[in-house]
């Protein structure tokens, strides 16, 4: 016995009803199944009404240089929490998608928000919830380690005092006080890590971020990814080798000539059958 019709037994036992025709037990059970889709669908409205906003919002984000698209049309969110790793061939728009969520470029279609700020009318505000690792570090190479991290903090409005904590984390406070230019690559993204977590960021936009490190250099990127995401953060991490990132990945993107790649295997949306004879 289903559990419509066990319900319907029940209601009849209450009425104080010895027995029913078989079509009366039938609509019975209809009328518990449709209430039931009834309350099922609205403790999933509620859950999802209730539900934190997502952390990065796109709404057909596009962007073109000259005639040539680089983004076209790219829906997505990301939850509080997720790591979703970018990938796709050279070309693919990857870093023009960090570079316009980032606010570096503008979009020349489409919407975005930050923790439901606009990418283009709140852009200040934008700045402030973000933490964008570039390809290349961008650092000062006559400036030392520690004035790297003091320009960056006063540039950005940053308390100064967690510079020894950051240069300490990556493993540089050694080489604080030395010129960038004498810096290997290695050193230098890690020099760069530092001044990310500088910020304390809520959404990572990381373009290829394991570049030029060794493991230990990896699980300290997967790290850093992760303690954003245990507090409630988020991050995007454009990616050559998925493999490197797999330890901290929820889940993973692709983009083909600026498209997002959607496999309609990996949609499978959670539907609930309305019972034969009711409206839907």
């Known amino acids: 016995m289903d559990f419509g019709r066990a319900q319907a037994k029940s209601l009849v036992n209450i009425a104080g009803v010895k027995s029913l025709p078989a079509r009366a037990v039938e609509e019975a059970?209809?009328?518990?199944?449709?209430?039931?889709?009834?309350?099922?669908?609205?403790?999933?409205?509620?859950?999802?009404?209730?539900?934190?906003?997502?952390?990065?919002?796109?709404?057909?984000?596009s962007r073109r240089f000259g005639t040539r698209w680089a983004l076209r049309a790219v829906t997505l969110e990301v939850q509080p929490g997720e790591i979703v790793g970018v990938i796709g061939h050279n070309g693919s728009g990857k870093s023009t998608l960090l570079r316009v969520i980032s606010t570096a470029l503008r979009p020349s279609v489409g919407d975005g928000w930050i923790y439901g700020h606009h990418l283009v009318r709140e852009a200040v505000t934008v700045r402030r919830h973000i933490g964008f690792l570039a390809h290349a570090p961008g650092l000062y190479e006559d400036l030392t380690a520690t004035e790297n991290l003091i320009f960056a903090a006063r540039m950005f409005g940053i308390a100064e005092d967690g510079i020894e904590g950051v240069l300490e984390r990556v493993g540089l406070a050694h080489a604080r006080a030395e010129r960038v230019r004498g810096f290997s690559a290695g050193m230098q993204r890690r020099l760069a890590l530092a001044r990310l977590i500088l910020g304390a960021p809520r959404v990572l936009l990381l373009d290829e971020p394991y570049n030029n490190f060794d493991p230990q250099g990896i699980e300290l990127v997967n790290d850093v990814i992760q303690d954003v995401a245990n507090a409630g953060g988020s991050a995007l991490v454009v990616l050559h080798d998925q493999r490197q990132g797999e330890r901290v990945l929820d889940r993973v993107i692709e983009l083909n000539r600026g498209a997002l790649v959607v496999n309609p295997a990996d949609v499978q949306p959670l539907t609930f059958a309305t019972p034969s004879g009711l409206p839907a």
């Open 29 to 61: 059970r209809l009328y518990v199944s449709a209430s039931l889709l009834r309350i099922l669908q609205t403790c999933a409205t509620n859950r999802v009404n209730n539900a934190p906003p997502p952390t990065v919002k796109l709404d057909r984000l």
